[in-house]
């Protein structure tokens, strides 16, 4: 549970408690580092997966922005909300080129229901569509859509992650959608 510590205090019960995991980890405790890998590993590998399109390096990657957060707890300061922090190392270290492998797997961001034949084709070519167009954005207006929509994170909390003001978050949000429109536009008439 959450203690009194001022580093804590106003803070949701969640991100006091990555807080004071944070606080463990900076004195080498590892079993507060794998604490705080289980709480998180599924934001950092899906934030990655959709940001690659691939799963092919997602896991290498999650391990390496897992690695950065061991090697940087002793200089972690909890300015803004550990969420926060550690999208941005995601970002950093998923700001690679794209590189598509032949056969590699797309990452799937569509229901599992059992829908009819015609309507799953249709849902399938409609997913690729949509995943490829998420891909072909510019790295910024990637991450962007990627965190406000499947992450739910603020405008706020985006600015941080991208180093960017509020507004410029808002500006590079509608320059994705209109992109995504554009490309999507036989699928939306």
Known sequence: MPDNDPRTV??????AEDVRLMRLVSGG??????????????LVAGTVARMLGSNSDVEDIAQQVFIRVWKSARR?????????????????????PLQTEPGAEEFPLKDT???T????LLENELQRAI???????PESQRMALILR????????E????????????????????????????????
Do not use: C, M
Request: net charge negative; aromatic share 8%.
């Open 10 to 15: 106003g803070r949701s019960d969640e991100d």
């Open 29 to 42: 405790d590892t079993g507060a580092f794998e604490q705080l890998i289980e709480r998180h590993q599924s």
């Open 76 to 96: 972690y300061v909890p300015r803004a909300k550990f969420t926060t922090w550690l999208l941005k190392i995601t970002r950093n270290h998923a700001h690679v």
């Open 113 to 115: 229901t059992n829908p």
């Open 117 to 120: 034949p015609d309507a799953s």
């Open 131 to 137: 995943e490829e167009a998420i891909t072909e954005l």
């Open 149 to 156: 929509r499947y992450e739910q994170l603020s405008y706020e």
């Open 158 to 189: 985006i600015s941080e992650v991208l180093d960017l003001s509020v507004p410029a978050v808002k500006s590079v949000l509608f320059r994705a959608r209109t992109e995504l429109r554009a490309r999507l536009s036989k699928y939306l008439a």
